[in-house]
């Protein structure tokens, strides 16, 4: 099994224009933060609905 060797996040942006932070930055919360925070929501939602039909069945 390959090692694979990960690469800190401040390591990549020190170099970076303004520009560059800025794209990547957007970029990063568009494939990462985006969809967990909507994966999320959806779950609290699942939840919510299975309380209250829980609640509704008693």
């Not at 969809?35 to 209250?52: A, G, V």
Request: aromatic letters at 6%; a positive charge; zero cysteines.
């Amino acid at each position: 099994m390959k090692k694979i060797k990960g690469v800190r996040v401040e390591d990549i942006i020190k170099d970076m224009t303004p520009e560059e932070l800025e794209r990547f930055k957007k970029e990063r919360y568009e494939k990462f933060i985006k969809p967990l925070m909507e994966m999320n929501i959806k779950s609290l939602y699942e939840l919510k609905e299975i309380h209250l039909n829980k609640d509704l069945k008693i």
